[in-house]
């Protein structure tokens, strides 16, 4: 039985058309819900018409997740040579997380399963990396062997083209070596050397130049090296150092390594500083020489860590010991002031002092 209203009724409950059921008018048209008549509470037996289904839920693999953002902070950190080590603690967590996101039961594995992968390769590549690294860093350090004359690759610049009003500059020249010595403190039990250097070039220096000097016994066995860093200017100079790790070893020989040509620098003799050691005095302390000296810049900026080299030669001209200082700083166009002990050397001693850059 079909159900009639006059359109203008307003909203509310109405006869259905079945006998003993009212149905509802929303002033409009007629619902789904249904009621018994008599029924006015309108809060049970009320029948509704069909509602929309609730959203399905999808389960969510939080581990599975922080197992993949570890991995892949820890893959760009693996292709970056200074922050490696950072990758190579977030990649193995990162893989072990993942494995354990695959046993989670009704979760999604791809987040696991990618943060394993992601976990692989990037160790793959951190490996790469650091040979890389480790290969460079190796070749520089024992590039290259002087016998007589010395060579090093720290710095290499190619010379300015000459033009049609400038003539071609000529090629810079090697290092020449020139007297070595070499000995042990009896009481520290420590190897000292001290190599005399000339760079023949007035108008090339060898900036921030590595000296290896290798301590050999009799038998060939390289027993310590001891490695100085310095800018060597034009003209002659002596360099001193320690072996650490001689022990009760006997040195029978030292060679020099060091920068060969291709690193010199062009630097004009007139636009390039220098130093003037002054006077060098002597005294004594208890057992040990005192040494004193001033040292004079004609830079045009101030120099930091000034080094100053000391040798001291007994009555026959044999070096006997060697020592080094610093000078905080030599101002530009002025002195400073240093002075170093020498320890087990006679105190009659003549004494020579370098100033190196």
Known sequence: MTESITPAAPAGWFPAGVEGQERYWDGAAWTDHVRPVGNASGQSDVVAGPTAPEPE????????IVALALAAVGFIFACIPGALIVGWILLP???????VALFQKDKPKWQGVTAIIVS???TIIGVIVFLVVAATAFNNAFSDTVTGQVGISDIVEEDAP????????????????GETAFGVDTESGMGWYAVQLTNPNEDYVFGNASIKVEAYDANGVLLDTGIDYST???GGSWFVGRFLQVGSAQIDRIEVRGPTADAATYSPAAETGSFTLGEVTTGSEYDWMTVNGTVTSNFTEDQDMVRIDVIARDG???IVGVDSTYTDRVPAGGTAAWNVPLWQVPLDSKVEAFPHL
């Open 57 to 64: 839920k999808k389960p969510r693999n939080v581990l599975g």
């Open 93 to 99: 967590i990162a893989f072990i997380l993942g494995i």
């Open 120 to 122: 692989v390769v990037g």
């Open 162 to 177: 000459a033009t049609a009003d400038e003539p071609a500059l000529a090629a810079a020249q090697e290092l020449v070596l």
């Open 232 to 234: 060597i200017l034009s």
């Open 316 to 318: 026959g001209g044999k």
